[in-house]
C-alpha cells in the first residue's frame, strides 16, 4: 500500500496558493481542496439573505442551515450551495469586501473546520486557506506558508479578474491589504505562520518552481513517513 501524507498551504490573497496546490496535487494524484471557497459560499448565502455579517448570532444561524460541498470540475474545484453551482458567484468583489468579516466568526468557523478536517481525514489531500497548518489539520506532514509581496500579489490579482472585478489596480492592491490585516487580526485563527511550516516566498517566482519547490518537499516528507 502507497503511504500518503497531507499537505497545508496557507498564506495571504493572491500569494499563489490555489494554483499551486492545484498543480501539486495534480501531480501527486491527491484531492485538492479549496477552504476559501468555503468561506466565500457562506458570505455570499449570507449577503443574498441581507444578513449583516457583523450580526454574529444570525451568520451563526444561516450559516448552520447551508449545504456547501465542493467537487471536482474540468478547470478546477467546483462550489455548490445547497446544490446551486456558484463556483463564479464567489468570487465577486462583493463577497472580497465581506468574506473576512464572515470568516471571523467563531461558529462559521468551528462548522467549516469540521467539514474540511472529515475530507482529510483519510490523507492523500492538498488543502489551502490560512489556518490550515496551525489549526484545521495540526498534523499535516508537509506545511507550506506561501506568502509574496502585497503588489505582486495585487498585480496578479489584477492580471487574473481585474477588469471582471471592476476595480483598479491601486484598489485592489487596498483591499487585499485590508483583508490580510482583518485576517491577521482576528481572535480566532488568525492567518499565521505554523512554528514547523516552511516559509516560501514566491514574489519572483513562477508557479511551477512553486509546484516543484513543493512536490519535492512531499517527496523527502512520504520518505520519511515510510
Ligand atoms: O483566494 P483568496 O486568497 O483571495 O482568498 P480565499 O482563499 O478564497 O479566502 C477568502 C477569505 O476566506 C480569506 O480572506 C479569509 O478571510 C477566509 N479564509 C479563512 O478565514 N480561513 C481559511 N482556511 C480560508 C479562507
Ligand atoms: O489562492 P491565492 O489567493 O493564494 O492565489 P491564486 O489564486 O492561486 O493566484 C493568484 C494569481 O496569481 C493567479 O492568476 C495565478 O496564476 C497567479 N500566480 C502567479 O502569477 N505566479 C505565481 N507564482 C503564483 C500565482
Redesign the pocket.
Known amino acids: 500500500a502507497d503511504e500518503r501524507i497531507n499537505i497545508a498551504?496557507d498564506?495571504?490573497?493572491?500569494?499563489?496558493?490555489?494554483?499551486?496546490?492545484?498543480t501539486v496535487a495534480a501531480q501527486l494524484g491527491y484531492v485538492y481542496i479549496?477552504t476559501?471557497a468555503m468561506y466565500r459560499a457562506v458570505t455570499l448565502s449570507a449577503r443574498r439573505a441581507g444578513i449583516d455579517p457583523l450580526d454574529t448570532a444570525a451568520l451563526a444561524a444561516h450559516a448552520s442551515g447551508l449545504t456547501i460541498t465542493l467537487a471536482p470540475g474540468k478547470e478546477g474545484q467546483l462550489v455548490y450551495l445547497n446544490g446551486e453551482d456558484v463556483t463564479a458567484e464567489i468570487r465577486s468583489r462583493d463577497v472580497n469586501l465581506h468574506v473576512s468579516q464572515v470568516a471571523a466568526s467563531e461558529k462559521v468557523r468551528s462548522l467549516l473546520v469540521a467539514k474540511q478536517q472529515e475530507l482529510a481525514k483519510d490523507k492523500g489531500v492538498v488543502m489551502?486557506g490560512r489556518d490550515i497548518g496551525s489549526c484545521v489539520l495540526p498534523g499535516a506532514e508537509l506545511k507550506v506558508f506561501?506568502t509574496?509581496s502585497v503588489k505582486?500579489?495585487a498585480q496578479?490579482?489584477f492580471?487574473?479578474?481585474g477588469s471582471a472585478l471592476g476595480v483598479t489596480l491601486e484598489q485592489l492592491e487596498k483591499e487585499i491589504a485590508e483583508r490580510d490585516r482583518m485576517d491577521e487580526q482576528r481572535e480566532f485563527s488568525p492567518l499565521k505562520i505554523a512554528p514547523d511550516a516552511i516559509l516560501l516566498d514566491?514574489t519572483s517566482?513562477?508557479?511551477n518552481?512553486?509546484a516543484d519547490a513543493i512536490v519535492s518537499l512531499s517527496r523527502t516528507k512520504l520518505a520519511e513517513a515510510k
Open positions: 498551504i498564506g495571504p490573497a493572491g500569494a499563489g496558493k490555489s494554483t499551486v496546490a492545484r479549496d476559501g489551502d506561501l509574496a505582486e500579489r496578479r490579482r492580471i487574473e479578474a514566491s517566482m513562477s508557479i518552481e512553486v
